[in-house]
């Protein structure tokens, strides 16, 4: 157990609506990274929290947001929501910014419909 | 863009035996990872390489890290079944604030 917390594990939606991915880091990390993973795309970088700041961004969609709130914990926004965002949603967490070892949650599984 | 590129994309190996997995990205980064992931669960972090030279070892697992050349190298040795798994390596983030991770490395180790 890394001691991320994901929640929910699985979820099924249909095209065009919206879910939210919340995220638990570890106890004491400030910094929380989202990620996807999908057989087309591979794995892939979307954002990066830090003290609840916006630290990095990669390729995230504008139908996408993030926010880290002041108790630390996270949430991923998926709106409007296509068949091709189905895939597998990574939130990680570490104590400092990155050069600190990632701990990885158990992942959110997202299914569009 | 940059790019991360792994080599070889599968592996399948002999217990006992060495063998390295290479991973090369396109663009200046001083910043490299590597991850397991074993099938149908989370990845785990095995290294971070924050500087050119930078070796790590854990277990029979080795990482290094050229920054010049661009290239770092996962190497095993003496394999076992239980390092069989995905292994990716990571890059960045760069001055773009762009983080990649190269396609995995599919490993089987055979008894």
């Known amino acids: 157990d890394s001691g991320v917390t994901q929640t929910p594990k699985h979820l099924i939606t249909a095209t065009g609506q919206r879910v939210t991915l919340r995220c638990s880091p570890r106890?004491?990390?400030?910094?929380v990274y989202w990620y996807q993973q999908s057989l087309d795309q591979g794995l892939q970088f979307l954002i990066q929290y830090y003290n609840g700041e916006e630290r990095a961004k990669g390729n995230i969609l504008e139908r996408f947001s993030a926010q880290q709130f002041p108790d630390l914990h996270s949430e991923l926004n998926l709106s409007s929501l296509e068949l091709g965002d189905s895939a597998l949603y990574f939130c990680a967490s570490s104590v400092g910014d990155w050069g600190n070892t990632i701990y990885f949650g158990e992942g959110s599984w997202l299914t569009v419909v | 863009e940059l790019k991360v590129e792994q080599n070889p994309l599968f592996l399948s190996m002999q217990e006992g035996k060495n063998y390295t997995i290479y991973c090369n990205y396109s663009t200046t980064s001083d910043r490299l990872y590597w991850y397991r992931q074993d099938p149908g669960k989370s990845l785990e972090s095995l290294f971070v390489l924050l500087s050119n030279g930078a070796v790590k070892q854990e277990g029979r697992l080795m990482a290094s890290l050229d920054t010049k050349a661009r290239l770092s190298t996962l190497h095993i040795t003496a394999a076992v079944h239980d390092l069989s798994a995905t292994y990716f390596c990571a890059v960045g983030p760069n001055t773009g604030n762009q983080f990649y991770f190269g396609t995995g490395t599919s490993l089987t180790v055979i008894p």
């Open positions: 106890s004491g990390d400030l910094s």
